[in-house]
């Protein structure tokens, strides 16, 4: 089944414990992206990655980090976690970027609490 | 950073009713997706639209793209409550590589 794997689905952490959120794709897309949602707020791009060994920030990227070694993962880091980071987290993937025509396929989502 | 501008917000309507749902931006897109979010879960792709003036048709749900690609709607026919969910449109900046959404259109449908 194609799909967007993330994992885990519910984190509970405390400030400042090194964290990092999973995502793999099986559907040999090139472009995946991480967004966070908060109410109020909508969905907002944290970081983008066009291909392997390319990232870019989105427009919150501040207190994250990425890496896409290899093309089916793209992990999310959380070097120092705040609780300004509790929010629900998702992962997603296209076959090109979107200027193209593809859609999103999301993942399941992670909700993350930064106690 | 683009930004898209979602209405209404919230709306509640009884089965059977019609509704409209607008996107706008002062922006150009190159490329514009719906999608609709149940809660917990991830959203889930409806349609993409890419060129300006696009209609497109999924069973009772049409899509239209404006003619200068900075607007969209998505207009349902006769709602069912299997319709109810958050409505989100997403905009793909031709410039940056990036992809921004719309606040959403929470749609409530009551049998």
């Known amino acids: 089944e194609a799909q967007v794997t993330q994992n885990p689905r519910y984190l509970i952490t405390v400030t400042g414990k090194k964290l990092t959120v999973t995502c793999s794709q099986n559907?040999?897309?090139?472009?995946m992206s991480w967004y966070r949602q908060d109410p109020g707020l909508g969905l907002r791009q944290i970081y983008y990655?066009?291909?392997?060994?390319?990232?870019d920030k989105g427009d919150v990227p501040e207190g994250y980090k990425v890496s896409r070694k290899e093309k089916r993962n793209f992990p999310l880091i959380l070097e120092s976690p705040s609780p300004n980071q509790t929010s629900l987290y998702f992962c997603?993937?296209?076959?090109?970027?979107?200027?193209?025509?593809?859609?999103?396929?999301f993942g399941s989502g992670t909700r993350l609490t930064v106690v | 950073t683009q930004l898209l501008e979602q209405s209404p917000q919230f709306l509640s309507i009884q089965e059977g009713e019609n509704l409209t749902v607008y996107c706008n931006s002062s922006?150009?897109?190159?490329?514009l997706q719906w999608y609709r979010q149940e809660p917990g879960e991830g959203p889930v792709l409806l349609v993409t639209?890419?060129?300006?003036?696009e209609v497109k048709k999924l069973k009772r749900l049409t899509f239209q793209f404006g003619d200068a690609r900075k607007d969209s709607s998505l207009h349902i026919t006769a709602a069912q409550p299997g319709d109810t969910g958050l409505y989100l449109c997403?905009?793909?900046?031709?410039?940056?590589?990036?992809?921004?959404f719309g606040i959403g259109t929470k749609l409530q449908v009551i049998p």
């Open positions: 997603a993937s296209s076959l090109f970027f979107l200027e193209t025509g593809y859609g999103y396929t």
């Open positions: 559907m040999n897309h090139e472009y």
């Open positions: 990655s066009m291909n392997v060994e390319v990232t």
């Open positions: 922006s150009v897109f190159s490329s």
């Open positions: 639209v890419v060129t300006g003036g």
């Open positions: 997403a905009g793909a900046d031709p410039g940056y590589q990036k992809v921004t």
